[in-house]
Every structure is written in C-alpha cells, then in structure tokens.
C-alpha cells in the first residue's frame, strides 16, 4: 500500500479537529448541561481536568507528533550524508524528544508537581514562604520553556520558512503561548475577583461556569495548537522525502 504524506497530513488534520470539536461538545453536554448529574461521568469528559479522555487525546496528540519530529531527524540525518555541509539534524532529534517530553508531562502533570516540590524545598526550614506572582512553576521551570521554545521557533523558521511551512509553526506555537498566558493568569492571587465579577455581568448564579470556559479555552488552544504543529510537521516530512512515496511492506 502506497501512502503520499501529504495526503496523510490532511486526513489527519480533518480528523484531529474534528475529535477536538466532538470532545468539546461532550464537555459541554456532560460539564454545562450536566445530562446525567453525575460527578464521575462528568470527569471522565472534562477538558479541564487531567486523568479525562480529552485530557489522554491531547497527551496521545503530542507525543504522536514528537515521534513525527523524530523521524524528521532520522531522514535529515540520512541526506546528510550526501551534502558537504551536514544540516543540524540533531536539533530535530532534540525537538522531537522536547515533544514527547511535553506530551508525557501534559498527562502526569509532571511540571506542575516539580514547580511545587522546589517551592517546598526553597521554603523548607524558613519562616517567610515566598509568595510567587502565579503557579510556582512559573517561577522556576517557565523561563527554561521559553528560552528552549525560543530556540525552536527560530530553528523551525530557518528549516520550514524556505518551504512555505512556517505558517503552521506560527499558528501553533501562537496557540501554545495565548493557552499559557491564561495558565498563568488562572493562579494569579485576585482571578477569583475577577472570575465574580464575570460571572456577575453574566447575570450568572453558577460558580463553575466561568473558570471552567477559561479552563477550557486554555486546553482546547493546547490541542489546536498541536494539530497545527503536527500536521506541519507532516508536510515537512513529506517535502525532505523529496515527494516520495512510502512502501509500507507486508502491506496488500
């Protein structure tokens, strides 16, 4: 069976946002609407919430598109045999697992807990606690994501730029950075203030209903944003691939 990555790449695009746009629609039938007022039944589609199928997608999502990046460092390593002056396909390699990486710890919370265990360690054994802006994480661990998401960004240029696919880039790191913007807001010390005051301009008597939208906002840009990234990875792939086609074997 011969299967053009190109084509590949737009099947999967159709296919991500329409599993976003269904899991958002659960949300909204098992979380607003609350059609069986059942705890537990509600969590198992809560976008807002991790161990949930929305939250498994995403994780799925980006450590699919991790492997994609991967296999965009072995191809590049392969051509460069046959060029003068090797490409750095060693930055592919090194993105690719950075992916994986953020898929792993999308699923296990892993910075969230890591942030909160070196404030307890900075704090241990003193009298005044530190008093961070937003999450502690933002305080040790978000400097290290944007110097790093820096560094890709203008890798990822330099490589898709000349092919036209940097665009899907944009997109999707825009995606991320606006997610983690409302991230960070969501542990400022004063969002609950604003989160009444919303709430009340809506004419609202519900409590959840505003954290949970922007909660939601912030996950279903994450997933978009991936979609984006993957799929533009794909054409990449296809591009280093020269067009060709891939023989999978074995295969009728």
């Known amino acids: 069976m011969n299967v053009k990555i190109s084509n590949v790449a737009r099947k999967i695009f159709i296919l991500c946002i329409l599993v976003e746009v269904l899991l958002l629609a659960a949300d909204i039938l098992f979380n607003y609407l609350d059609i069986f007022n059942e705890l537990y039944i509600r969590r198992i589609w809560n976008i807002a919430r991790e161990l949930s199928i929305p939250s498994w997608f995403s994780s799925t999502q980006?450590?699919?598109?991790?492997?994609?990046?991967?296999?965009?460092?072995?191809?590049?390593?392969?051509l460069d045999k046959n060029v003068l002056h090797p490409r750095p396909y060693i930055s592919w390699v090194i993105a690719g697992v950075f992916?994986?990486?953020i898929g792993?710890?999308?699923?296990?919370?892993?910075?969230?807990?890591l942030g909160t265990a070196i404030s307890n360690i900075n704090n241990s054994g003193?009298?005044?606690?530190?008093?961070?802006l937003s999450f502690s994480w933002h305080t040790y661990l978000a400097p290290i994501f944007i110097l790093f998401g820096l560094y890709l960004t203008y890798f990822f240029w330099r490589e898709m730029s000349p092919h036209q696919l940097f665009r899907y880039v944009f997109i999707g790191f825009g995606c991320w950075v606006t997610s983690q913007i409302i991230d960070f807001g969501e542990g400022l010390a004063d969002i609950n203030d604003m989160y009444t005051a919303?709430?009340?301009?809506?004419?609202?008597?519900?409590?959840?209903l505003v954290p949970h939208s922007f909660k939601v906002v912030e996950e279903m840009l994450e997933m978009v944003g991936t979609t984006f990234l993957w799929v533009g990875f794909l054409h990449y792939l296809g591009i280093k691939?020269?067009?060709?086609q891939v023989q999978f074997k074995g295969a009728a």
């Open 62 to 78: 980006t450590q699919l598109m991790g492997l994609t990046v991967l296999l965009i460092g072995v191809v590049q390593k392969s």
């Open 198 to 208: 919303i709430q009340t301009y809506l004419g609202s008597s519900s409590t959840y």
């Open 99 to 101: 992916f994986i990486w």
């Open 126 to 132: 003193t009298e005044q606690v530190h008093q961070h």
């Open 104 to 113: 792993i710890d999308d699923a296990a919370e892993i910075h969230e807990k």
């Open 241 to 244: 691939l020269e067009g060709k």
